[in-house]
């Protein structure tokens, strides 16, 4: 058995520049389009799975609405909770944060947590504990996840089977809004799961 899945960011905000978490803006028009666009250009969706913020759900329930898709709501893949500095602009949060600051957390966010924010532990539970559940219910269901980088960026960590406090892979990797990673997903007759990156 096999199935796909196509991890999907959302498009561009209306707060562009700004370190998003919570904070949930509207996509712009132009980031509206990006993702209807990216949704359509999928082949063979059957399921839409989205973060609950607006920034993936907006478009994701106009599109399953178009297509007469089911539309899952999954609160763990809403991004990463940057506690004090989530809205805030990056030019500030790097002119003002210490102790600490944003480069700290850039540089380990295992080690550095935003100030009441979200944990990395806390963080890569809540995104791992979904993806077991994906694995661990096999299907043959091609789905569409829309969700954010910082999201994406830790699934793809554990596809890999990256060590969970590696973190040079969140610098490394550009996922541009609206960008869309493959992934495949083999069930041999045991029905254990051999996942892979399909570029």
């Given at each position: 058995?096999?199935?796909?899945?196509?991890?999907?960011?959302?498009?561009?905000?209306?707060?562009?520049?700004?370190?998003?978490?919570?904070?949930?803006?509207?996509?712009?028009?132009?980031?509206?389009?990006?993702?209807?666009?990216?949704?359509?250009?999928?082949?063979?969706?059957?399921?839409?799975?989205?973060?609950?913020?607006?920034?993936?759900?907006?478009?994701?329930?106009?599109?399953?609405?178009?297509?007469?898709?089911?539309?899952?709501?999954?609160?763990?893949?809403?991004?990463?909770?940057?506690?004090?500095?989530?809205?805030?602009?990056?030019?500030?949060?790097?002119?003002?944060?210490?102790?600490?600051?944003?480069?700290?957390?850039?540089?380990?966010?295992?080690?550095?947590?935003?100030?009441?924010?979200?944990?990395?532990?806390?963080?890569?539970?809540?995104?791992?504990?979904?993806?077991?559940?994906?694995?661990?219910?096999?299907?043959?269901?091609?789905?569409?996840?829309?969700?954010?980088?910082?999201?994406?960026?830790?699934?793809?960590?554990?596809?890999?089977?990256l060590p969970a406090e590696f973190t040079a892979h969140q610098s490394r990797l550009d996922i541009p809004y609206a960008g869309i990673v493959k992934v495949e997903v083999f069930y041999d007759d045991d029905q254990t799961a051999w996942s892979k990156v399909v570029f």
């Amino acid at each position: 058995m096999q199935r796909q899945l196509y991890f999907v960011r959302h498009g561009e905000t209306t707060m562009p520049r700004h370190l998003l978490g919570v904070t949930d803006p509207e996509l712009s028009p132009i980031g509206a389009q990006q993702l209807l666009q990216s949704l359509t250009g999928l082949v063979g969706v059957k399921r839409i799975i989205s973060s609950p913020r607006k920034r993936c759900l907006n478009i994701s329930n106009v599109f399953a609405a178009q297509h007469q898709l089911d539309l899952e709501i999954e609160p763990n893949l809403a991004e990463f909770d940057f506690g004090l500095w989530d809205g805030k602009p990056y030019d500030v949060l790097w002119r003002e944060t210490q102790s600490p600051s944003i480069g700290d957390f850039w540089q380990n966010p295992w080690q550095h947590t935003p100030p009441k924010g979200e944990s990395m532990h806390e963080f890569h539970h809540r995104v791992t504990s979904w993806w077991r559940g994906i694995l661990n219910s096999p299907s043959e269901e091609c789905v569409a996840v829309v969700a954010h980088a910082g999201v994406i960026k830790a699934l793809i960590a554990l596809i890999l089977g990256l060590p969970a406090e590696f973190t040079a892979h969140q610098s490394r990797l550009d996922i541009p809004y609206a960008g869309i990673v493959k992934v495949e997903v083999f069930y041999d007759d045991d029905q254990t799961a051999w996942s892979k990156v399909v570029f």
